[in-house]
């Protein structure tokens, strides 16, 4: 596959780019902030859950958390990790990962300069986007049911220096909710945690509910608006 050249960020909404990364091209789309919504200057890049458990930017989650962040006024990057749909490369447990979102991250920054960026990330999206904030220090993280306690230590990851929003469902069927407040509870400083009651971890028939969380959780850290 020919390495693509570094690409803009589009006038239009919704159409698939490729960045060059550090395993291969990296698939991504961007979408600008909704119509009726005041443009700020805000860049969110969103985190796909596990790519071998099919993960992929299209999640439904994902796609969720990136419409609400746009109602607010941002513009939102979501990617494909390496192996994911178009991306090149293959699975690496969250490392490799790590830095195809530093690339991703870094093209945001050449392209938006003066925006604030966001990370967000859902699941073993969200892993990935925690493990970075320290290095890549983002104005605000966002973290959706993180995978505590499976096969990834959380333990060890120093809490972002920004803030920091964690939502879970009560009813999480492959994380222990239990377990994710209680490693909240130890960090230092802790996030704002949001327990959604009776949802589990794909969010079924929840998806407007985690989109009023999303809105209401971010409100008070969104920059003024574009003059």
Request: hydrophobic residues 40%; negative net charge.
């Amino acid at each position: 596959m020919n390495t693509p050249a570094f690409p803009t960020i589009p006038t239009a909404t919704g159409h698939p780019l490729m960045l060059p990364g550090p395993a291969g091209p990296l698939e991504l789309v961007v979408d600008l902030p909704e119509p009726e919504a005041p443009p700020r200057p805000l860049v969110a890049v969103v985190c796909h859950p596990l790519p071998t458990e099919g993960g992929t930017l299209h999640n439904k989650v994902v796609t969720m958390t990136a419409r609400a962040l746009r109602e607010c006024g941002a513009a939102t990057v979501r990617f494909n990790f390496r192996g994911a749909g178009h991306s090149a490369g293959t699975f690496d447990h969250g490392q490799g990962e790590g830095e195809d979102l530093r690339a991703v991250v870094a093209w945001v920054r050449a392209q938006r300069p003066q925006a604030q960026l966001w990370l967000a990330g859902f699941s073993f999206g969200a892993y990935v986007s925690l493990r970075m904030a320290a290095q890549l220090q983002p104005q605000l993280l966002l973290s959706i049911a993180p995978p505590v306690g499976r096969h990834w230590d959380f333990a060890a990851i120093e809490p972002p220096n920004c803030p920091w929003l964690v939502i879970q469902g009560e009813d999480d069927e492959i994380v222990d909710a239990q377990a994710v407040r209680a490693w909240a509870e130890t960090r230092q400083p802790p996030p704002e945690l949001v327990l959604m009651p009776e949802t589990g971890h794909f969010f079924h028939r929840k998806l407007m509910d985690l989109r009023g969380a999303i809105k209401s959780g971010v409100r008070p850290y969104l920059p003024e608006p574009d003059t």
